[in-house]
């Protein structure tokens, strides 16, 4: 199944290439609005038949094949936002007429998705956006009074519920080792056994009922468990490459809506990558993240290799690259 994810991944990918980086901005409102029905539908009642409840969240669409909408969501919301923050750009002085409109567009998409609820990836989400109109040109100032607004929201979704008891686990390991502290107190004997070298491909013992969602949220310490430090750093090195190619694209951009395209897809993989390796290491409480390319997780691969797709078409044209042109 996953094999199948990446040749469908492979195949977004390729046409994503050669195609004109300049499309995506004629394509951001449609792309914008179908990604908002398709997680409204996610949370509407009378949905369930194809939108079910899985192990507390309504997160994936069953319509003959299943995905995850908030996947799919991060590239509407991704070439949405850089387009706008091209177009908005002189008014970025004016938090009225500049940075107003990405709040009321952003909640279309960011409330939903928590709602499903999946905080983790209404914050990552957020956290894009907000790496990408700073690189327009926003005013530090808005930022903060961006942050005074969501900090109300912010600290009711987290003090109620199996988020609080994450929390609580967090700040103190030892207040519940089986409970909402096993999975982080797992994760961390996992990476201790590997050693240097690991104890050996398919060798891990924590997979076997100890460490939960070993496949796909907690990957990064099995990775740590079978090949050890020696892997660890090997991954983590895969990643900073690809994020200095992403960014080094992005810096010889031939506009400034290539740039904010190959900054705001290169920032998906960097912060996934790194909430995921922070959560297997105990550095922030569990977020349920994958860990791209790597974690078992169909939408997700689909959605990470369109978004390495794109961010090489912006390297073609600034490499003077042909691309095929609407």
Sequence with gaps: RQATAAGAGLMLLIPCARMDYGRWKRWSWPLLWVSVVALLVLILPGTEAIAPLIRGSRRSLQIGVSGQPSEFAKIAFVVWTAAMAV????????????????????????????????????????????????????????????GLLIVPFLQEQLAVGFRADRIEAFL???IDPSGAGFQVRQS????????????????????????????NDFIFAM??????????????????????????????APDLFGQLLALGF???????AVLHMSVGLGLVPPTGLALP?????????????????IVISVARAASGGRVARA
């Design 87 to 146: 177009k908005k750009a002189p008014q970025f002085q004016s938090l009225t007429k500049g940075l107003a409109p990405f709040f009321v567009v952003w909640a279309l998409v960011l409330i939903p998705i928590a709602l499903q609820p999946d905080l983790s990836t209404a914050v990552l989400i957020g956290l894009l956006g907000v790496m990408i109109i700073f690189a327009a040109g926003v005013r530090i100032s808005h930022f903060l009074f961006l």
């Design 188 to 215: 961390l004997v996992a990476l201790g056994s590997g050693g240097l070298t690991g104890v050996g491909i398919g060798q891990g013992r924590q997979k076997f009922g100890f460490l939960p969602d070993a496949h």
């Design 266 to 272: 290169t920032n998906l993989i960097a912060l996934q």
């Design 293 to 309: 390319l790597v974690s078992w997780g169909r939408s997700n691969l689909v959605v990470t290799l369109a978004a390495i797709g």
């Design 223 to 252: 990775i740590g468990e079978e090949w050890g430090l020696l892997g660890v750093v090997f991954v983590v090195a895969l990643y900073l490459g690809i994020v200095l190619v992403g960014f080094r694209i992005a810096r010889r």
């Design 172 to 174: 103190n390991p030892a």
